[in-house]
């Protein structure tokens, strides 16, 4: 889910009813409408786009319309720039749609099957488009199926569903006795409760983790300092062997300067002077 609050430029506080990523590039804005689709309406979709594209302009946007009223009734476009128009995707959901996710979420409810995550969100939209015939039953009956599912799904969006089917109570059921009996039903301060409990799970764990991760960069700077040690050392035993190089350099040359020296003499006379011979023997002779 996305954050579902966009502040207009005139200041407006608007709210989304449902916002998610699709693969990560797509943006969906969902509204979700029982009543015919004005200019005035669609100005406020048109502002979840505009928001979006404001705040990433890479971002690509849908938004989406699921309403229960024949979408020939409600307006079909909107200017977003000069350049940019906004036609929304309108889903119509007939009663006859709505009361078949209700069967089939109800059939795998209560069959102990998974429910897909769109079948999830099914309960959402089930709760707001439920047919007025028999309503407060079909009402009762979705919070009670949700009780017996809501503990497998996500928090958070159990939560939202919850919430929905709240307002949905409260709108649906007339007698007050019932509605408590409903509210108590959806227990909003469980789920409250469970995502609080799951929210200091993950703080918990990414704690650890940050321990975790702390002593590693402790244990590397030890090493990394003890590489470095090592390395300082070597470099010095490298420099006190180049400085031994550079010196048997400078003897090997004088002794060569020397054997030149004595080579240049020898090639003077066929017979050896006194003075060579000295030299010889004694290099520091001079001559």
């Known amino acids: 889910m996305k954050d579902s609050e966009v502040i207009t430029l005139f200041g407006e506080n608007l709210r989304k009813d449902i916002s998610y990523l699709r693969s990560g590039q797509v943006t969906n804005s969902v509204e979700l409408q029982n009543y015919p689709v004005g200019m005035d309406k669609l100005e406020k979709i048109a502002e979840y786009v505009i928001d979006i594209l404001r705040n990433d302009d890479q971002q690509l946007a849908d938004s989406i319309i699921l309403t229960s009223v024949d979408p020939?009734?409600?307006?079909?476009?909107?200017?977003?720039?000069?350049?940019?128009?906004?036609?929304?995707?309108?889903?119509?959901?007939?009663?006859?749609?709505?009361?078949?996710?209700?069967?089939?979420?109800?059939?795998?409810?209560?069959?102990?099957?998974?429910?897909?995550?769109?079948?999830?969100?099914?309960?959402?939209?089930?709760?707001?488009?439920?047919?007025?015939?028999?309503?407060?039953?079909?009402?009762?009956?979705?919070?009670?199926?949700?009780?017996k599912y809501c503990n497998i799904m996500d928090p958070i969006l159990s939560l939202k569903i919850s919430f929905v089917l709240w307002i949905m109570i409260e709108r649906n059921i007339k007698n007050q006795t019932k509605k408590e009996e409903l509210i108590d039903v959806i227990d909003m301060e469980k789920q409250i409760d469970s995502l609080q409990e799951l929210i200091n799970e993950e703080k918990a764990k990414k704690e650890k983790e940050l321990r975790i991760a702390n002593t590693q960069i402790r244990n590397y700077e030890i090493e990394n300092k003890e590489q470095k040690n090592k390395l300082k050392e070597q470099n010095e035993k490298i420099k006190e062997n180049e400085t031994k190089l550079k010196e048997n350099e400078t003897k090997l040359k004088e002794q060569e300067d020397i054997i030149k020296k004595l080579s240049n003499k020898l090639l003077k006379s066929k017979i050896m002077p006194k003075e060579t011979l000295i030299s010889i023997t004694n290099p520091k002779y001079e001559e």
């Open 72 to 147: 020939k009734y409600c307006e079909k476009s909107i200017k977003l720039t000069n350049s940019l128009i906004l036609e929304p995707i309108y889903i119509y959901i007939s009663p006859e749609d709505v009361m078949e996710m209700f069967n089939n979420i109800e059939n795998k409810v209560l069959n102990n099957l998974i429910l897909d995550s769109r079948e999830e969100l099914e309960f959402m939209i089930i709760a707001i488009f439920l047919p007025k015939h028999e309503i407060e039953e079909n009402t009762a009956k979705l919070c009670n199926l949700f009780s």
